[in-house]
């Protein structure tokens, strides 16, 4: 057909892997899932406590709002500079 261009296939074999890098992976997936499972947990499990922190500790809500924000901020922060540290070092391994 004139003016039609055909894609260019390029055959990727899958087998190519080595025979214990799907249990690795699965190995590292699992961990990373559960590690993050249990950061949104500590996260959640919080708020649901202020009305017994605010007794104990005689602090207002507002004050509990700001530590779980500090909380977050904090957690954002580190979740990105542990991201970049970690595609940085596979980026090397990687060579």
Known sequence: MPGHRCARRVAIA???????????????????????????FFQ??????????????????AALGVLVGVFYVTSGVTQLQRSITSLSWALTVSK
Do not use: N, Q, W
Request: proline share 9%; no cysteine.
């Open 14 to 40: 899958l087998d190519t892997a080595a025979p214990d890098s799907f249990r690795h992976d699965a190995k590292v997936i699992g961990v990373v899932g559960v590690a993050h499972g249990l950061s949104h």
């Open 44 to 61: 959640l499990a919080l708020p649901p406590l202020f009305p017994l922190l605010r007794a104990e500790f005689d602090a207002s809500y």
